[in-house]
């Protein structure tokens, strides 16, 4: 049967009708993708196949695109540099002779802190690894602030992962793909990134609205911010490593206080991926998870039965490896507290069965593998990535 | 001979979406002019304002659909963002078609800015709604006010489709 003989040729809707069903149609879709986004979790899956199939087609065309801007672009730095070269000399050798007074005051700190950390058994942040991408899209309207980077899970980068250039924080990844990553900047509207004032050594959080300039929110004290202070990355949290540098504080128009960002200084084509993991990630969990092992059983009265479980409590020295340093304090507590204990309890309470026991147990099975990360052995370097 | 063409889908349609994504895609671009961030117009704007003052149509809308979720990939906004905006921005403009059509460039353009406002403001909203936080409003009239500089190409493409459909003039 040909169309024009069909029934449904005699039913025409309204144009308008069916525009605006389409419409309505169209909206409710729109709605739907809306509400089921979940850009902001740092969970890798929240991403989304959406979003990971987007990143896939957009960061090759954006970089296909973008590649005669990047030829102009260095056309036009080879001139500069060959015109400008005498004057890029001097500021050049003025930079050196001031960075040659500080490599002096450099060598005198590190020594000093070595020192230090020789004395205090300290053990520090291993070395990062990080892995460098080129930024082949770049979006900065009010309601987003990302870029994608062209290096991705092939290069071991993962959500989370701190984003810098040669001057300072550029944000963090939201979004990894093969040979693609989304990075949140740190003007984003959603981006919260917790930061120290080097002066004071207040804590603030850096909140993105969009602008170039993020606002501190949540400082305390009387006056925790001057104008000029230097803002560092504070690691609360463990999304990123202390002491990155962020910016310098500055009064808004708006009367907040603001950070202009050091990373604005720098390219915004190259940037620098490190691949950090805070310490409750490299850590073995797994090790970390098992119990001790039991003492050796001694034939005992039946009245004991949850002691192997309450010894490492009465003698922790026997079942962690705590420094002597920070043994010897611990052990000269508990015998200052020995004698005060004793005279307050006039009488030894009667031991109980085993109700409260098992309540007890668990805490201290739980709780006594963090002291093991401390003195670990050197096999434990082995589980963070150089 | 006469100017009139046809008022195909492809012509009224497609091309100009092809249009759209690529000047949005370019504005993209990691580049800084002078030490300033370019600005990043909602090139999307100039047909969604388009397409209702030519006529009602069953395709525009989810052709905007594709274009606002494309947008979203492409700046990393919230999914569905600007699909949201652009549509409500649609179906305003297109309540009021019949007040527009026949209008002065002024006053078109007037509407334009109007329309360009209730997109931006919708995002403000969605934006509060999805992230608890307000984008600084600076930002985004600023967004506001270079949309407002590409009307031309929405008033190019009013002008050269407007007449092609005669059941809806």
Known sequence: ?386 | MTLAQPLTPVRWILIPALQVIVATWLFTMPYRVFGLQPPEPVFAMVTAFAWAVIRPSVLAPFCLLLMGIGMDLIWGSPLGLWAVSLLVSYGAVLLVRNILIGQQLPILWLAFGVACALAELLGVLITQLVSHTTPRALGVVSQWGVTLAVYPWSHRLIERFDDADVRFR
């Open chain 1, 1 to 386: 049967m040909a169309l024009r003989d069909s029934p449904f040729n005699e039913m025409r809707l309204p144009l308008l009708l069916s525009a605006a069903v389409a419409l309505i149609i169209a909206l409710v879709v729109g709605v739907t993708m809306l509400f089921s986004d979940r850009r902001e979790t740092i969970q890798t899956q929240a991403y989304g196949v959406t979003r990971t199939m987007g990143d896939h087609v957009v960061a090759p065309v954006s970089s296909w695109i973008t590649a005669p801007s990047r030829w102009v672009q260095n056309g036009v730095n080879a001139v500069q540099q060959y015109f400008f070269a005498v004057s890029e000399n001097r500021r050049l050798r003025a930079e050196l002779t001031v960075a040659r007074t500080w490599r002096t005051t450099a060598i005198a700190l590190q020594d000093t802190n070595e020192r230090y950390r020789a004395l205090l058994g300290l053990k520090v942040n291993p070395p990062i690894p990080m892995v460098s991408g080129l930024a082949v899209a770049d979006s900065r309207g009010p309601f987003a602030n990302s870029r994608l980077v062209n290096v991705g899970s092939e290069k071991k980068v993962e959500v989370g992962n701190p984003v810098l250039n040669e001057n300072g924080l550029v944000g963090r990844v939201v979004g990894v793909a093969e040979g693609v990553s989304r990075v949140l900047l740190l003007t984003d509207v959603t981006s919260r990134t917790p930061v120290l004032l080097d002066r004071t050594d207040s804590r603030a959080i850096l909140a993105g609205d969009g602008g170039p300039n993020p606002r501190l929110d949540y400082m305390r004290g009387p006056d925790p911010v001057k104008e000029n202070d230097l803002v560092l990355t504070s690691g609360d949290g463990g999304v990123l490593p202390r002491g990155i540098p962020v910016g310098h504080a500055v009064k808004g128009l708006d009367g907040r206080w603001r950070v202009v960002l050091s990373a604005d200084d720098g390219a915004i084509d190259y940037v620098r991926i490190l691949l950090f993991k805070d310490f409750r990630q490299l850590a073995n969990t797994p090790r970390l998870s098992e119990l001790p092992a039991p003492p050796p059983t001694a034939p005992a009265p039946s009245s004991v039965t949850s002691a192997p479980v309450a010894r490492p409590v009465a003698s922790p020295e026997a079942q962690s490896p705590l420094s002597p340093t920070l043994a010897k304090p611990v052990e000269r507590a508990v015998q200052q507290a020995k004698p005060s204990a004793t005279a307050s309890v006039t009488k030894p309470p009667p031991l109980k069965p085993s109700a409260p026991k098992p309540t007890l147990a668990r805490p201290v099975a739980v709780s006594k593998p963090a002291a093991v990360p401390q003195a670990a052995p050197p096999s434990d370097a082995g589980d963070i990535p150089h």
